[in-house]
């Protein structure tokens, strides 16, 4: 019995080391090379930023929203948006901006899809949730464990060179892959009462209406099965509190013609560079932005 | 509770801790007590229906052994078995249909809501079993209803075996071993990997086979392709997961139950592959249903054999649940061995004129295809799904259903490579594999690779955590 106690005790030491090294490695390696990780850092050492524009959003606006290019069209403009994001993250991104800098955006583009439900009621995206000012690190924060998709990726960059040739403008991210939209419309409605009742879209209309910013919202293009048959708009929208945004529907099946289903996605519902970038020009002569030439 | 939760892990440590610290004379009462509680936490009064079960099948079997050559006893036995498995289990499908022929709206199956019929599929034929052992000589009649109480209840493999055979198990519980240093690590060595494979591989294929089953005629033919190659091993992973946690957990006690895998995937066809897979159970079948069928058949000559054959697989399916996909499941075992019965000498004289390994592996390979194909029957809810699943097969649009922005379980293109490369290792090339598994797990200076290998299982399974999802076996 003594002799099992001992190698127990032993072995439980060791793997305490180990588990240590292998967390501060691994943090190391997701840091430097995880698109959220690299994003998120970025965006908390701006100096300065004079940003006209913030998107937030999930994946589907880091992939589909051409920051640069809004940029050249002069709206000087950052992709905030993360892999997986809820609306509650986007809430405490959008504060913590306002709280780190002096200079407040004109607008903020809050980039929402079909599932704005889902999204509305998750959790904080583990990475911004990691580097939040404040924030107590505890057993949950185990890296290895906190970031299990970061490790995905990274296990998908390894063995895929096309994904690994994917990268970080102004906090876009782009890919120049080709997937195919072979779905077929469902002719769906926009349900513009999901918007006006989602709590965390509540509080973002809050803060901005706070901050003299304008907020615009947009329901993000999907694959041809998620599209709607609705009016592009735009709706005005009122929250309980007061607040108010404005909702474009950029996910109706008249706004999407500009798509070509063959060439234009990466896959599931996300822009490639090319489509990304036909995407943002469309928005922007569909939203009458105030331009600074 | 469940076997792969950190609660289990936490109790078998204790209990393990206990069970040792105590004098032998009290290891026996104690494990029963350990396992009628963990009988318990699935309904409160299961186990007083396992005792009773155990009850008439210990005076039985006493009556069966004093009185030899008088049969009644015996085949008042196995009625009573098979009745109160029909009546658990199959009542929906057999007992109720009939019923409500005579315009009766009688549910006898609402008894199994009730009694729920956990792990009845598993220890009715260890109750069968015991009761034809006895019948036939092969062993004596328990004496003492303590041991063949826990012979049915013992926890580990209470929930889906591995089917014990009572002149196995009652041996090993005349005098529970006191502690034993290389029990210990041998246990939970082989815990570890266990779940490794229930939770690191098998939890992560469940939702997509799962999920694509509930819903076939949405699925896209190059997904079913996908499928139909991922769920035998999906079913491996998952039950011999479950598996080396029973053996482990039982081997910490001091007990060893019969082996259920044997590296199946490795099998050159269906006949030898059944000598692998779910060992236990196609054991069981050939030993209490195909040899005694055949030998009182025998006079038919190879018809007796073909008979045999083909009810032994039908029941063989059924035990798994009673519907006409598992009977086909069942019915297509049978025709693959007769097949491979028949055509033995041709094979053999085909297979002369290729080289010996590309013989070996088209067998293999041939045998794993089967195998899939078969196991369609397994998972669909209906013949409907099995038709819909085969008829979609065609439908192909050559995409990759893993592009880069899906979520899939990717780590699994390490994990599962790894585990057929070590299983490739034991099955050609042993002695390699010995030298490895001696250098690696016995030799102090292979210390640190050790501890290296299982921090490694550790935190795999810390990172997958220890989320519930059922064994694919603990239905039946």
């Not at chain 1, 910013?213 to 329901?219: A, G, N, Q, V, Y």
């Not at chain 1, 599931?268 to 939203?287: R, V």
């Not at chain 2, 004098?23 to 009462?29: A, D, E, H, I, M």
């Not at chain 2, 491996?236 to 910490?252: Q, R, V």
Request: glycine share 6%.
């Amino acid at each position: 019995m003594r002799k099992i106690s001992t190698i127990t005790i032993q072995f439980l030491l060791f793997f305490a080391l180990f588990s240590l090294l292998l967390n501060s490695l691994y943090l190391i390696v997701i840091m430097r090379t995880d698109w959220d990780f690299r994003k998120r850092i970025e965006s908390l050492k701006f100096t300065n930023p004079e940003f006209d524009l913030l998107i937030l959003g999930s994946s589907l606006a880091q992939y589909g929203i051409d920051s640069e290019l809004m940029t050249d069209k002069g709206l000087n403009s950052y992709n905030m948006a993360l892999v997986g994001n809820s609306i509650k993250t986007c809430q405490i991104q959008l504060q913590e901006y306002l709280e780190r800098y002096t200079i407040r955006p004109k607008y903020v583009i809050l980039a929402a899809n079909t599932f704005l439900e889902e999204f509305d009621q998750n959790g904080i995206h583990p990475v911004v949730e990691f580097t939040m000012h404040q924030q107590k690190i505890d057993l949950n924060d185990i890296p290895i464990s906190k970031f299990r998709w970061q490790g995905t990726e990274l296990l998908k960059k390894a063995f895929s060179a096309e994904y690994r040739s994917g990268y970080l403008s102004s906090g876009q991210l782009r890919r120049s892959k080709i997937v195919a939209d072979e779905t077929e419309n469902n002719y769906m409605q926009l349900d513009v009462d999901k918007y006006e009742s989602a709590e965390w879209v509540r509080k973002i209309a809050n803060i901005c209406e706070k901050e003299n910013i304008e907020l615009i919202l947009i329901e993000i293009p999907g694959v041809n099965e998620t599209q709607n048959s609705s009016q592009i708009g735009p709706y005005k929208l009122s929250f309980q509190d007061k607040s108010t945004a404005t909702l474009y529907n950029l996910n109706s099946i008249e706004f999407c013609k500009f798509i070509d289903p063959e060439k234009d996605w990466v896959g599931l519902s996300h822009f490639n560079t090319t489509g990304a970038a036909k995407f943002t020009m469309k928005m922007l002569n569909t939203i009458p932005f105030n331009v600074s030439q | 509770m469940d076997i792969t939760s950190l609660k289990f892990v936490i109790f078998l440590f204790i209990a393990v801790l206990i069970h040792h610290v105590l004098p032998s004379k009290y290891r026996l009462g104690y494990l029963i007590v350990l396992s009628i509680g963990f009988v318990a936490t699935f309904r409160i009064y299961l186990p007083l229906y396992v005792i009773l079960y155990t009850y008439v099948n210990f005076y039985l079997g006493n009556r069966i052994n004093d009185n030899k050559g008088d049969k009644p006893f015996f085949y008042a036995g196995i009625i009573i078995n098979l009745s109160q498995l029909i009546l658990l289990r199959y009542a929906s499908f057999s007992i109720d249909p009939l019923i409500s022929l005579f315009g009766s709206g009688l549910k006898v199956s609402a008894i199994s809501e009730f009694i729920v019929p956990i792990g009845i599929s598993y220890y009715t034929l260890q109750g069968i079993g015991y009761l034809i052992n006895i019948n036939m000589g092969w062993e004596k009649a328990e004496t003492n209803f303590l041991r063949l109480l826990l012979y049915i209840t013992f926890f580990p493999k209470f929930l889906s075996g591995p089917i014990e055979r009572s002149n196995h198990f009652l041996i090993q519980i005349e005098s529970l071993k006191g502690f034993s240093v290389e029990n210990i690590i041998s246990g939970f060595r082989i815990i570890l990997m266990g779940l490794f494979k229930k939770i690191v591989i098998a939890n992560q294929l469940a939702p997509y086979i799962i999920n694509t089953y509930k819903d076939i005629d949405r699925a896209p033919g190059d997904t079913l392709w996908l499928l139909l190659i991922m769920q035998p091993l999906y079913l491996y992973f998952d039950f011999s997961g479950y598996t080396d946690i029973a053996i482990g957990s039982s081997k910490l006690f001091g007990i060893n139950l019969l082996p259920n895998f044997n590296r199946p995937f490795f099998s050159k066809n269906m006949t030898i592959f059944w000598k692998r897979f779910h060992i236990s159970l196609s054991s069981w079948f050939n030993d209490y249903v195909f040899r005694q069928l055949s030998f009182r058949l025998r006079k038919l000559g190879v018809i007796a054999t073909l008979t045999a054959l083909l009810i032994t697989w039908t029941l063989f399916g059924i035990w798994h649940g009673a519907g006409w996909t598992f009977m086909f499941l069942g019915l297509l075992q049978a025709l693959a061995i007769t097949y491979e019965f028949f055509t033995k000498k041709w094979r053999a004289i085909l297979f002369s004129k290729v080289p010996e390994k590309a013989g070996l592996w088209i067998g293999r390979l041939s045998t794993y295809l089967f195998f899939s194909l078969a196991l369609t029957f397994f998972f669909a809810p209906d013949m409907r799904s099995v038709i819909s699943f085969f008829k979609k097969l065609s439908d192909l649009s050559f995409s990759i259903p893993l592009d880069g922005i899906s979520t899939a379980p990717f780590m699994l293109i390490i994990y599962i490579p790894i585990l057929w490369i070590i299983e490739l290792l034991q099955e050609d090339y042993s002695h390699l594999y010995q030298k490895f598994e001696l250098k690696l797990l016995y030799d102090p200076k292979g210390l640190l690779l050790r501890w290296t290998l299982y921090s490694i299982i550790l935190t795999t399974l810390i990172i997958e955590g220890f989320k519930n999802q059922q064994f694919v076996y603990a239905n039946f």
